[in-house]
Structures are given as structure tokens and as C-alpha cells.
């Protein structure tokens, strides 16, 4: 049974925890506002001219990327309006892995992009690690 001390600890490493998520969201705020906006300007003026998003990242990055692209053809919360043209690179095993075997994991996302991208489309890769 936990004494009340372990207690206290877990709790106040949870609260550290949250008070760190909300410094590293205002910090976010000033300094990467604009960039975020010129992310967002850029991905409709791409919608606008019948483009799409396509979406990559490795690990975890693969699921964020797969997740993101998910709302954006299902709708995130309005499932009424119409789906915005998006495909996550990370979905078809098959090819990923047949390509790294064959040639290389380098260039796994441009041969995809060089066989259905456009254009105009808009690449959105995603590094949770930095990499």
C-alpha cells in the first residue's frame, strides 16, 4: 500500500509535469506563432487550388501523421463537411517495406511523394525527436 509521502511525491511530480506542458505552450506561443500561421496559410492556399496534404514521420511521428491526416478526411469534429484531400505516407506497409528492403528507408517518403504528389501539394513531416 502506498504511504501517503509516495503520494504527495506522484502528485506533485503530475502537477510539475502540467505546469511544464503550459510553459512549453506559452512558449510556443512567442515563438513560433507566425510560423505556425504561415503553415496554415500555406495548406489552404493549397486546398483552395485543388491540392492536397500529405503527411509523413517516423515511430511515433508515423501515428501522429496518420492521426492528422485522418481528421482531415473524416472531419475532426464535423463529420457533415467535405473531406480535405490529405494521405499519410506511413500506411502502405507494403510498399515501405518493400522499398527499404529493396533499396533504401532514406528516400521511402520522396519515391511516394515523386508517384503521387503534385504541384502545389503540401508536405507536413513530422520529428517528435528532432530527427
Given at each position: 500500500m502506498q504511504s501517503i509521502l509516495e503520494i504527495r511525491a506522484m502528485r506533485d511530480l503530475i502537477k510539475s509535469d502540467i505546469e511544464e506542458s503550459i510553459k512549453v505552450k506559452k512558449d510556443l506561443i512567442d515563438s513560433s506563432l507566425g510560423d505556425i500561421e504561415?503553415?496554415?496559410r500555406l495548406i489552404i492556399k493549397c486546398?483552395?487550388?485543388k491540392g492536397k496534404v500529405l503527411w509523413c514521420g517516423n515511430g511515433g511521428?508515423?501515428?501522429d501523421a496518420q492521426h492528422l491526416s485522418t481528421e482531415f478526411m473524416g472531419g475532426m469534429t464535423d463529420h457533415n463537411r467535405k473531406p480535405i484531400p490529405s494521405i499519410a505516407l506511413t500506411t502502405d506497409t507494403s510498399f515501405i517495406t518493400a522499398w527499404s528492403n529493396d533499396t533504401d528507408f532514406?528516400?521511402?517518403f520522396s519515391r511516394q511523394?515523386?508517384?503521387l504528389g503534385l504541384e502545389g501539394d503540401v508536405l507536413v513531416a513530422i520529428s517528435t525527436s528532432g530527427n
Open positions: 504561415n503553415a496554415a486546398l483552395l487550388k511521428s508515423a501515428a532514406e528516400s521511402v511523394i515523386q508517384g
